[in-house]
C-alpha cells in the first residue's frame, strides 16, 4: 500500500464531505467514487474516524460527525508521522 495514495484519499475524502457534509457513504461506495484501493479506502477512513471527523453509523456507511462543526481535518503533522511508520 502506498502512503502517498493514503495521504491522498485522506484529503480527497475529506474535502467532499466538507463540500456535501450529508454525505452518507459505504467503504465500497468510497473505494468506487475515489478509485481507490481496498486498504487505501480503508486506512483513510478508519483515520477520519479515529480522528473524529467521520463516524460509521449502524449500517456501516461513513457521514461527518454530530461535531462537524467542530471537526477538523486531519492535521499535516499526523500525515507526515503515518508516512515514516508506513
Given amino acids: 500500500m502506498d502512503v502517498k495514495e493514503i ?3 485522506l484529503h480527497r ?3 467532499e464531505y466538507v463540500e456535501m457534509p450529508e454525505m452518507k457513504l459505504t467503504l465500497r ?3 468506487r467514487l475515489f478509485n481507490l484501493s481496498a486498504d487505501a479506502c480503508s ?6 474516524v479515529d480522528v473524529g471527523f ?3 453509523s449502524r ?4 457521514l461527518r460527525s454530530d ?3 467542530r471537526a477538523k481535518p486531519v492535521p499535516p503533522a499526523f500525515l507526515r508521522a503515518s508516512s515514516r511508520s508506513a
Avoid at 43 to 48: C, H, I, K, S
Avoid at 59 to 62: I, K, L, P, T, V
Fill in 67 to 69: 461535531g462537524m462543526l
Fill in 54 to 56: 467521520l463516524v460509521q
Fill in 59 to 62: 449500517d456501516g456507511a461513513f
Fill in 29 to 31: 461506495q468510497t473505494g
Fill in 7 to 9: 495521504r491522498d484519499a
Fill in 13 to 15: 475524502i475529506q474535502m
Fill in 43 to 48: 486506512v483513510a477512513l478508519a483515520t477520519l
